[in-house]
């Protein structure tokens, strides 16, 4: 009954929303998402601004000025959703950062802030979806973890904590959206070039690249194609899953 009528836009007639669509892997899912036939709500922190716009813009959609972490984050995307569009079908929560220092010289602002954006915000604003009946039947929900969220890396401690935890939160959450033929899963990048990975220290990123069998990093289109075939129609039993988008990692 979901089967669509065109093939070359399998998500045509729904609608999308990706957080941290500004730059980077989320204006690559978002351009994705679009290319297959959805309208893409482009979220991002109101100083995005015009890299926000351009996004919404080079895709066809539209742009909302959204801090994933304010307390209503969740309440007012539901209500943008709800009144704009009449609901969401595809959520991706791609919006995150990193505030790396060694353990023992990390402040708790520094770690609060990464589980804020990276693990509280996927939860809150998907728990006030579903409590907005914003999400529609058979919709799509897909975290952005890592691999340091698999494995974890020297140096990260907040950052793989968070993203281990959106894998639980994918795990713990499959069987219970499955009763609305709601999937939800997650895509675990290696090294991807973009500028969160150009600003760590040449070394590391060396290191980074070298973890994939590709021998060089990915590109965040690699990811986007990755949440695009978990928003597809062909992947509707697919739930509670972690791929990795990093060559066939040595992890
Ligand atoms: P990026 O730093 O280039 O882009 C992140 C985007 O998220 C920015 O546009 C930023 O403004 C937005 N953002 C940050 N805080 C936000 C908030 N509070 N509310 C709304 N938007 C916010 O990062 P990149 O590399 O594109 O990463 C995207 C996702 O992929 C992140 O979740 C990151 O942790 C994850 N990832 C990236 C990898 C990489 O190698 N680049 C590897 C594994 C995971």
């Not at 890592?146 to 281990?164: C, D, F, P, V």
């Amino acid at each position: 009954p979901d089967a669509p009528a065109d093939r070359d836009r399998p998500l045509a007639g729904k609608v999308a929303v990706v957080t941290g669509a500004a730059r980077g892997i989320g204006a690559a899912i978002a351009e994705v998402l679009a290319r297959d036939g959805a309208h893409v709500v482009c979220a991002d922190v109101p100083a995005a601004g015009e890299a926000l716009s351009a996004t919404a813009n080079a895709v066809g959609g539209t742009s909302l000025a959204l801090d994933v972490t304010g307390p209503d984050a969740g309440a007012v995307l539901a209500e943008h959703l709800l009144t704009r569009h009449g609901g969401v079908d595809v959520v991706v929560h791609n919006a995150g950062i990193t505030r790396d220092k060694k353990l023992v010289n990390m402040d708790a602002d520094r770690w609060t802030s990464v589980m804020a954006v990276n693990l509280l915000a996927p939860q809150r604003i998907t728990a006030a979806l579903l409590a907005a009946g914003a999400l529609r039947d058979g919709g799509r929900v897909v975290g952005v973890s890592s691999l340091a969220g698999i494995a974890g890396n020297a140096g990260q401690t907040s950052y793989a904590a968070s993203k281990a935890g959106v894998i639980g939160l994918v795990q713990a959450l499959a069987p219970e959206l499955a009763t609305r033929r709601v999937t939800i899963n997650a895509v675990a990048p290696g090294f991807i070039e973009t500028a969160m990975t150009a600003a760590i220290p040449l070394v590391t990123r060396e290191g980074g690249r070298r973890l994939s069998s590709l021998g060089q990093g990915g590109l965040s289109v690699d990811v986007a194609e990755t949440v695009a075939w978990f928003a597809s129609p062909g992947s509707a039993a697919v739930t509670g899953q972690v791929v990795r988008v990093c060559g066939q990692s040595l992890l």
